[in-house]
């Protein structure tokens, strides 16, 4: 059984530029969820994805849009990229059941700083 | 509005030293409560869930309680292998799979 695994493990972008972070699911999960976590801080959700469609999402600008595909691995994409964005950008996945709705398999994450 | 609350931010320990961790939510309609541990430079790792008031989770010297305002995590007889960042979350009222998470907890455990 593979975990879920993220990339690039890190990377440094300029102001204005654009960044696509992927992440594989872990085998038999079908929803992906992206955190951004900031230096100190808890994560903060992004948004979801159950079997390709959104399934909610956090107070994050348009900017920051995601898409997940058929085998149910998934990108995060980020326009416009602030200073602010300067994160470690976390992918979870989950079975989609109910009951284990919280009981998330994070990655390891993608340092992004944004200079 | 939703919200996790975590204290101390930071907690220094002994090697054997028992202490707890505290979590206080505000929530419309609980929808579980998480504890996570999140080693430096990695994901946060799954570790309880509980969902109403009343229940305790056990796990080697770790135990999770909850009530209807917090949750404590228990470390009993730590191990600088305990050292770590310990997170809890809250599942959203809203139902939209979203988790809020608290700040943490960093403890350090010294031999």
């Known amino acids: 059984e593979t975990g879920v695994t993220q990339s690039p493990t890190h990377l440094i972008k300029t102001r204005g530029q654009q960044v696509t972070l992927r992440c594989s699911s872990q085998?038999?999960?079908?929803?992906v969820s992206w955190y951004q976590q900031a230096l100190g801080q808890g994560p903060q959700f992004i948004f979801q994805y159950y079997r390709e469609e959104e399934n909610g999402r956090g107070n994050f600008p348009p900017r920051f849009s995601g898409l997940q595909f058929p085998n149910y691995s998934s990108e995060l994409n980020v326009n416009a990229l602030e200073l602010d964005d300067s994160a470690l950008y976390l992918c979870?996945?989950?079975?989609?059941?109910?009951?284990?709705?919280?009981?998330?398999?994070f990655g390891e994450g993608s340092r992004l700083t944004v200079l | 509005e939703d919200q996790v609350t975590q204290s101390p931010e930071a907690l220094r320990l002994q090697e054997g030293e028992s202490s707890s961790l505290n979590c206080s939510y505000t929530v419309s309609g609980l929808r579980g409560l998480f504890w996570y541990r999140q080693d430096p430079g990695k994901g946060p790792e799954f570790l309880f869930t509980?969902?109403?008031a009343g229940e305790e989770k056990e796990k080697e010297r770790l135990k999770a309680t909850l009530t209807k305002k917090e949750s404590f995590l228990h470390i009993t007889a730590p191990k600088p292998e305990d050292s770590a960042t310990y997170l809890c979350a809250v599942g959203d009222s809203g139902n939209t799979g979203k988790l809020i998470f608290g700040q943490g907890t960093t403890l350090q455990v010294k031999p």
């Open positions: 509980l969902y109403s």
């Open positions: 085998s038999g999960h079908n929803t």
């Open positions: 979870a996945s989950s079975s989609g059941r109910i009951r284990s709705a919280g009981e998330l398999f």
